[in-house]
């Protein structure tokens, strides 16, 4: 199974902008599903945004009109731009694949979102 490492995590204000990405140890063209969940402490690990083979997008109420998923089949990695931030967004942030039968794959380390003035 593909290796997904994140990265691209800091501090940032409110308001302001991060892109995270996810770069995979091999191709992600057999791919169906990508997606970034998030867990903020104390609470559990929520879903935020994923992108099929074909591009489709979905993303969690929260997030839509400020984050957007890509995926870069050529550079083997997924993206995760996101703007207007809030405290709210404040989370380790997690990259994985989700297989045809809806199974997710193992969780990495993930990446430290921090967004505070």
């Known amino acids: 199974q593909v290796n997904l490492v994140e990265s691209g995590g800091a501090l940032v204000q409110p308001g302001g902008s991060l892109r995270l990405s996810c770069a995979a140890s091999?191709?992600?063209?057999?791919?169906?599903?990508l997606g970034w969940y998030r867990q903020a402490p104390g609470k559990q690990r929520e879903w935020v945004a994923t992108?099929?083979?074909?591009?489709?997008?979905n993303y969690h109420d929260s997030v839509k009109g400020r984050f957007t998923i890509s995926r870069d089949n050529a550079k083997n990695t997924v993206y995760l731009q996101m703007n207007s931030l809030k405290p709210e967004d404040t989370a380790v942030y997690y990259c994985?694949?989700?297989?045809?039968?809806?199974?997710?794959?193992?969780w990495g380390q993930g990446t430290q979102v921090t967004v505070s003035s």
């Open positions: 091999g191709s992600i063209l057999s791919i169906n599903v």
């Open positions: 992108i099929t083979r074909t591009g489709t997008t």
């Open positions: 994985n694949t989700v297989d045809r039968s809806g199974r997710i794959g193992s």
